[in-house]
């Protein structure tokens, strides 16, 4: 069983940075796509970047595009999300995700049916 463990979350001021990581266990998971996802309060979950097993092709959310770096250390089994300039509305809980089933994320990497593990989140509190 895969577990996915998500930290580094917390409290930032607006125009301040904050980097997840994850943690994965139970599998190796350097053959495989990674990405996280948020939730705000009363919101859809939404994606925000996707990663693929070597760190080649990488997607990020139109709406954080330019503010995010997503990385992965197939050694460590980690995945981490890098966030600067935050915006009160990036104000959300993030979410580990693991794709088991492809090393390269699916032309379908933006919607949340294709990730097989979630973490159990992260709170990111983005303060103006």
């Known amino acids: 069983q895969v577990q996915l463990v998500e930290s580094g979350g917390g409290l930032v001021q607006a125009g301040g940075s904050l980097r997840l990581s994850c943690a994965a266990s139970?599998?190796?998971?350097?053959?495989?796509?990674m990405g996280w996802f948020r939730q705000a309060p009363g919101k859809e979950r939404e994606f925000v970047a996707a990663i693929s097993w070597n760190g080649v092709t990488i997607y990020y959310a139109d709406s954080m595009k330019g503010r995010l770096t997503i990385s992965r250390d197939n050694a460590k089994n980690t995945v981490d999300l890098q966030m600067s300039s935050l915006k009160a509305e990036d104000t959300a809980v993030y979410y580990c995700?693991?794709?088991?089933?492809?090393?390269?994320?699916?032309?379908?990497?933006?919607?949340?049916?294709?990730?097989?593990?979630w973490g159990q989140g992260t709170q990111v509190t983005v303060s103006s």
């Open positions: 139970g599998r190796t998971i350097s053959s495989y796509t």
């Open positions: 995700v693991l794709d088991l089933k492809r090393a390269w994320p699916s032309t379908n990497y933006d919607s949340s049916q294709q990730y097989d593990y």
